[in-house]
């Protein structure tokens, strides 16, 4: 996971979809590449932030991956904050909130089980959120696979500790409602103001424990430098990469191609950290990414208004 994986869309709504026909190119680029290349980087800055946990505490480093990938937005865009009424700070707060508590869980989380394991779990938030309030059976059959891959993780030793994966759990509830918040927010703060601004709510919540736990971290030039690496990695290159992929792919698209989340997840941290996934972990990991990319499949789209 993720700061902004899977919400770029919020802040543009003129999405077109592409529907059967082959997507139009930006840059001659194809926008599937493109996201693609967005959920590598995303997966490549985690593996590199958990690489700092012997050094720093998890809530040091994502004190410092979101206070430097504030700075990268803040230099993109300039948000406008005069004359804003509570009615546009209220959506904008629990949205940095939510960025704020996802990124510290799946840090404290990723110091204790895989970051495989960790990614899998944390995305039953985000499918949990496309399913609910739906009576159709079939979305039910893909709640049902996704908790079977949660009941396999319990069911055999795969030696990830409760806490662990009660973390993962907290990332995807909080991931579920930055993305709630993600339509609301950016329908109130136009571009990417939105989320600059709940990435700098998000660093001034995690500044306490954030810096209390750093010690001499914050004078250690390789950590300033890998959390600068990972602020870009997981946060500003995948947040522009998806802003223009969103212009021309399917929402149904774009939602199979996030579902590839946790499978990254796991291939970034073998490449990275060497950190290998037991076969019970993989079937777990199979179980959810078949029920997102079913959910995504089945879903229903609303009528636009």
């Not at 899998?120 to 938030?125: M, N, P, Q």
Request: glycine share 10%.
């Amino acid at each position: 996971m993720t700061d902004e994986p899977g919400t770029a869309a919020a802040d543009n709504p003129d999405v077109s979809p592409v529907g059967g026909a082959a997507a139009p190119r930006w840059h001659g680029i194809n926008p599937v590449w493109l996201v693609l290349a967005a959920i590598a980087s995303v997966q490549v800055g985690a593996a590199f932030a958990k690489g700092l946990f012997d050094t720093v505490s998890p809530w040091t480093a994502a004190f410092l991956r979101v206070a430097f990938a504030t700075v990268m937005f803040t230099l993109a865009a300039r948000p406008r904050l005069r004359g804003r009424t509570w009615a546009d700070w209220r959506p904008v707060i629990g949205y940095g909130l939510c960025l704020a508590g996802m990124n510290v869980a799946i840090y404290l989380s990723f110091a204790r089980i895989p970051i495989g394991l960790a990614v899998t779990l944390e995305f039953l938030g985000p499918l949990a959120l496309a399913v609910i309030g739906s009576r159709r059976l079939v979305d039910y059959a893909w709640v049902l696979l996704a908790g079977l891959g949660v009941a396999l993780l319990g069911a055999f030793p795969v030696g990830a500790d409760l806490l662990g994966i009660g973390l993962a759990l907290l990332a995807g509830a909080m991931w579920a409602g930055y993305i709630a918040l993600a339509g609301p927010t950016g329908e109130r703060w136009e571009g990417i103001t939105g989320v600059t601004v709940a990435s700098f709510i998000g660093m001034i919540l995690l500044a306490p424990p954030g810096l209390a736990m750093a010690g001499s971290a914050l004078f250690n030039p390789t950590v300033l430098g890998i959390t600068a690496l990972v602020g870009l990695l997981s946060s500003f290159v995948p947040y522009a990469l998806e802003m223009q992929a969103r212009r021309t792919i399917s929402s149904a698209t774009f939602g199979i191609l996030m579902s590839l989340e946790p499978a990254a997840a796991a291939l970034a941290a073998l490449v990275v950290l060497g950190e290998k996934l037991q076969p019970v972990e993989w079937a777990a990991m199979a179980c959810v990414v078949i029920a997102s990319v079913g959910a995504t499949r089945t879903a229903r789209t609303a009528p636009i208004d």
